[in-house]
């Protein structure tokens, strides 16, 4: 039995940002996560580092501000994950926002980011030609060009973590279910089991937090103290890697698509190149399975090869040339507004709850905020504890790198996977693979190193790999 200060239950980006600034300010501090660190929403973002151009629709511009100052924060602090691009949003001739509108909303997105954002341009159709020569080029009018960031989602969240771990009062465990909370004599009690192991443990927190994201209803209504009602409007969204071979893009572009009746349909999907592949996506739909197995499904990729085709005509792109997908859960809060059940329009600002004075609940918000949305309650504990709190601790730049990186990715030496074993926490081969490698499939293996088979070239690692993680040869087949 293990006795801590603080738990913070949920090892996405929220938890991480909480985690860290709590370590930062010298509370004690364990984060806790079913699988591995970054394994459900947090890596299966559309990878952008925004303000969020679209809710200025909504009129949400305070969070739209935030967002702006958070991404421009994250883009100086993470220069290695993270980076500047610049967002075509073409206007065609029956779009539903005319250029003179695009152009103020641009404008606005400018304004709110207090300048700092690189200055938008418009564009005539003839120089958005040029730039897009693959565009379908029937009743293009021009674009809108704003500034936004492109990331590595899941890699952001292990750094955040890795960095709090530099603080002696911080302890991080993946793959530890916390299976019941109870209280006892004031204190909660966290029955945890390690999933790999199997062994059970129990630790007791003065305070507890909840950072489940999409998971916090199904969990919290199993903990029958907490009488917990549901707040989540949870909304599906998937996404395709395709190679940059089959669609050769320079910069990301802003995709409106129309719905069978020729109408837009009020979303918008987003073309993203990273380096040698491009990310497509994404959908909002209504999602009730089992959030810890979600994947697109097969209406959801055809909308999507549906509007790529619209956009970019003479590629043809078909499922073949799809490289990997992948879906994950918004936990968008319900706001309770005229919107309903409208995923689109519901708010994408964090709300915190307080089922007990001990207890904390966080849900919603975005990727980008994140740091934001834990400081309400590491200033309250700070206070609690007597210890003065310091916002700006938050935004110190990041201790410790990834070996691999997303932009200028490169083969693993032995090297690098000892390092990596040795300081990035992974438990698992998929963990290695995906996280910390950036490996999404033995698709994407292949367009990067030709000719190295990725079975064979693990396999010769296995009696290394076996040193720090459990891996058999099948798991190397059957991995990814
Ligand atoms: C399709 C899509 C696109 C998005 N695009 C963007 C974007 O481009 N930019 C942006 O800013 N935001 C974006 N978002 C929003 C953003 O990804 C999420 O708001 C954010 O990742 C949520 O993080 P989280 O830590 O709350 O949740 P999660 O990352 O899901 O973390 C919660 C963790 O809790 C763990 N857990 C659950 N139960 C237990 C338990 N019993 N014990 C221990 N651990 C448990 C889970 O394993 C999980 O890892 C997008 C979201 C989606 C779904």
Redesign the pocket.
Known sequence: MKKVKTVV???????AGIFRDLALHGVETIL????DF?????E???????GGIRYLENMDFALVFEALHEKNLWLKLTPHLAREVPFYLPVFKDAKRPLWMIHIGMYLYDFLSSFKNSPFQMKNASEVEAALPDLKKVGLNGAGVYYDGVMD?AKITLEVIYDALKENCACAMNY???LTVKKLNGKNILKCINTITKEIFEIIADQVIY?????TDR?LQTISMYHWEPILLPSK?S?LWISAIDLPLQSPIVMTPKNEKGKNDDRVIFVIPHGDQVLV??TEVAFEGDYFDVRPSASEIQYLLDALNDYFPNLKLGEDKILSSFA????LVRDGSANGSDRGKTSREHKIYQPMSDTYVIAG????TFRIMGQDITRDICHKYGLPYNEQKSALPLRQVSTILPFEWTLPTRDDLIRICETEKPKTFEDLIRRRLSISSKKVWSQRVPGKDFNQFFLEHLLLLNKYITVTEEDIINCI
Do not use: N
Not at 9 to 15: E, F, M, S
Not at 44 to 50: E, I, P, T
Not at 365 to 368: D, E, R
């Open positions: 239950i949920g090892g996405g980006i929220v938890g806790i996560e079913k699988k970054s394994s459900q929403t947090s299966r973002s559309s990878k952008m580092l925004h989602d530890t279910e916390v950072a489940l994201g999409p998971f969990f969204g996404h996506g994404t994950g859960i918004r936990p918000g975005k990727y980008t």
